[in-house]
């Protein structure tokens, strides 16, 4: 198939060629200007067959190029035909719109004055929707009054302060709109509505939870102003911690697990409202508040202990019948450090909010000045073991041991204040067992003016024993009707002196010594074993006889004790 001329000069193939035609004259004219003589010195130099070869060569390269650009054609052509064509189209509409470009402005205007009522409906249709899609998706901010009257007639308090949460974020989005903050001014009565009515309730509960159920409620809407609903919730804490109280019965030991098991109970009431005051969650809630409270709460706690410890102390003492009045020391121990236990519970709470040295507190104090009291009621009878052992305990319970010098001083005072010691035996015990036993363990333990009010006591319990002693050793030696007798009743004074480890003693001497001199010696036998007890100078001339040391020899076993 023969191209034709318009596709050939459209892929440049004639061009090519007059190119090459173009490149080959110069070149020739540049070799030489001879032409025969250019091809007779090619011909000298190549063999006839090498050119045929090059011939043929050269006329299947250009046989192969013809066969590549006619494939070239064939294969783009219909590609070519749809671009011409395109063009052709794209000239003839830039025409059209030339011409008619005038025009076209023109219809323009008289569209758009047609179309403006028209856009200006679908305009307002638009601002409409807009303002419906607003009020349908706040909703809630739209019916807030009705919404919120509703809840607080049902009493439905939860819902009431989720909503108008919900309510104040969304006005607080639109806070530069007047009509926004018109819609949420119309809550301002619900609210203060609300307020009332939780107030009343705070008023009207009888359990710390319930108030502070409403409590925090009322916190939550208006953290600013609780100061009379924290008043109100003050007054319901100290009202049941302060009211609560033990139903005795049985016997001492039974009182006082009960007294045990009451301080315990008091004591989770105190931590668990605590808790529920630190879950009171509001901004303006400060350390001073929560101090208040505690000290509060801890007060009516320490009232109610105290109330219940001095009932107890009133059953110990004998003012009420009981089965039983005895408490086994082992028992009392247990059950005070129990007791103590639970206050230091209360002490490392309130120290754990702030309130600094909290044991040092006079309710607190107070507490433990009472309960060490139990457990050193009734110790003046125990043995002198029992009481080393209760000094070694008191000294190891929380809290007590800031007051064991004033209940040492206080159990020393008792047998030493008695004013019912009419018999010399018994003021010889009591002044012994203090004396000898208790003071020198505890002396140290005592502060100085508690040590001479002691010592002061001491001293007229010696006084008194001495007395005594003179009054119950003269009538005695007077009722005695031989030398035996006498000396019989000397030796009962010295013996009980001895049990109570008083011998050798000022007390002893002076007893004796003045209650011989009251009575007198008669005869040179009881002169003579008396003898370091007198001083008058007839005990000389005793001495001097010769005989005496013989008719001695007869009491000298029974009266061995009077000779020192």
């Not at 009322?218 to 609903?229: H, L, N, T």
């Not at 086994?328 to 209360?346: G, H, W």
Request: proline residues 2%.
């Amino acid at each position: 198939m023969q191209d034709s001329p318009e596709i050939l000069r459209e892929f440049s193939i004639e061009i090519e060629k007059k190119e090459e035609k173009e490149e080959n004259s110069v070149s020739a004219k540049e070799t030489t200007n001879d032409p025969y003589k250019l091809v007779e010195s090619i011909l000298d130099q190549i063999d006839i067959e090498d050119i045929d070869t090059g011939r043929m060569v050269l006329l299947n390269q250009l046989n192969e190029l013809l066969l590549e650009r006619e494939q070239l054609v064939r294969n783009n052509f219909t590609t070519y035909i749809k671009c011409r064509n395109a063009l052709e189209i794209m000239k003839t509409s830039k025409i059209c719109t030339n011409g008619s470009k005038y025009l076209n402005m023109q219809s323009i205007s008289r569209m758009e004055t047609l179309l403006e009522p028209i856009l200006l409906e679908n305009k307002e249709i638009d601002r409409q929707n807009q303002q419906t899609k607003f009020m349908l998706n706040h909703s809630l901010l739209f019916n807030a009054e009705s919404i919120l009257s509703e809840y607080l007639k049902i009493n439905d308090f939860d819902s009431f302060l989720t909503d108008y949460h919900m309510i104040k974020v969304e006005s607080e989005k639109f806070k530069e709109s007047k009509f926004i903050s018109y819609l949420f001014s119309k809550t301002t009565p619900i609210l203060a509505r609300f307020k009332i009515e939780i107030i009343r309730r705070i008023e009207m509960c009888k359990s710390i939870s319930e108030s502070l159920y409403y409590f925090r409620l009322y916190m939550q809407v208006d953290p600013e102003s609780y100061s009379k609903a924290f008043a109100t919730l003050l007054t319901i804490a100290k009202t049941e911690i302060g009211e609560r109280q033990i139903v005795y019965g049985g016997t001492v030991i039974s009182k006082l697990r009960n007294l045990k098991d009451f301080i315990n109970d008091q004591t989770e009431s105190i931590v668990y409202m605590i808790g529920l005051m630190k879950a009171v969650d509001t901004v303006t809630w400060q350390d001073k508040e929560m101090s208040e409270f505690i000290i509060n709460a801890v007060e009516a706690y320490t009232n109610s202990i105290k109330k219940e410890i001095i009932k107890f102390m009133k059953d110990l003492s004998g003012n009420t019948s009981l089965e039983n009045t005895h408490v086994d020391m082992k028992e009392r121990l247990f059950n005070v450090q129990e007791i103590s236990q639970c206050i230091k519970i209360i002490v490392d709470k309130m120290e754990s909010e702030g309130i600094e040295n909290a044991i040092s507190m006079h309710n607190i104090s107070e507490v433990f000045s009472l309960i060490i009291k139990i457990l050193w009621h009734g110790t003046e009878n125990e043995p002198i073991n029992n009481i080393t052992v209760l000094i070694q305990s008191t000294q190891g319970i929380f809290g007590i041991k800031d007051h064991i010098s004033s209940q040492i001083t206080e159990f020393l005072m008792h047998p030493l204040s008695k004013t019912e010691y009419d018999s010399f035996s018994l003021c010889m015990s009591a002044l012994s067992k203090v004396q000898m036993e208790i003071l020198p363990q505890v002396e140290t333990l005592l502060e100085e003016h508690q040590k001479k009010e002691v010592l002061l006591k001491l001293k007229e319990l010696k006084n008194k024993a001495n007395d005594l002693g003179i009054k119950y050793l003269t009538q005695k030696l007077k009722e005695a009707v031989c030398d035996e007798e006498f000396l019989m009743a000397v030796v009962r004074v010295k013996v009980l002196f001895s049990e109570n480890k008083l011998n050798d003693s000022s007390l002893e001497y002076n007893t004796i010594s003045t209650s011989i001199s009251n009575v007198g010696l008669k005869t040179d036998m009881t002169k003579y074993l008396l003898r370091m007890y007198i001083s008058d100078s007839s005990i000389r001339t005793v001495l001097k006889n010769e005989l005496l040391p013989n008719k001695y020899s007869q009491y000298k076993k029974q009266f061995s004790i009077l000779s020192g």
